[in-house]
Structures are given as structure tokens and as C-alpha cells.
């Protein structure tokens, strides 16, 4: 069964919001190293229908290969939505 990820957008979607950004960061922060934050916005028809192959396969990044994550860089880099 496939991992519902746009579950709470959807809601937000239905009350009229026009813009849900998802953010993560990565790092220790000033005392131990540095921080990397991204934000990301889909556009509704995605977070309606559904990401489509192959990134509706991500679940956790620090779980993919080299290889893999290289796949997705590029399929990111292709993506218009």
C-alpha cells in the first residue's frame, strides 16, 4: 500500500490555502557544524494526484545510495511541478 504524503496538505488545500511549503533542515547547528534548510511547494495538482515515479519512493534520504539519490537529483532537476 502506498504511503499517503500529501494527506495534510490536501485539508489545507480544501480550506483554501493557495500555498503549503514543506521545509527540512540538516545539521548541528552553530555549536557543533552547520545547518542546511530547504523549503519546497508543490503545485495542487501534484499534491492532489500524487508525486509521481520515481520520487513517490523517498521515504527517509539517509537511506539512499549514492547512486540513488543521484537518480532523484536528476529526476528533481526534470520535474515541473
Excluded at 28 to 50: H, K, Q, T, W
Excluded at 74 to 79: D, P, T, W
Aim: with cysteine; aromatic share 8%; proline share 6%.
Amino acid at each position: 500500500m502506498a504511503l499517503d504524503r500529501f494527506i495534510h496538505e490536501r485539508k489545507w488545500l480544501a480550506k483554501g490555502c493557495s500555498f503549503i511549503a514543506g521545509i527540512d533542515e540538516v545539521g548541528r547547528g552553530p555549536l557543533a557544524g552547520p545547518v542546511v534548510a530547504s523549503a519546497a511547494m508543490f503545485s495542487p495538482e501534484v499534491i492532489i494526484d500524487g508525486l509521481p515515479e520515481p520520487l513517490c519512493d523517498v521515504n527517509d534520504s539517509k537511506k539512499l545510495s549514492a547512486k540513488k539519490r543521484e537518480k532523484l537529483f536528476e529526476a528533481l532537476n526534470e520535474f515541473d511541478g
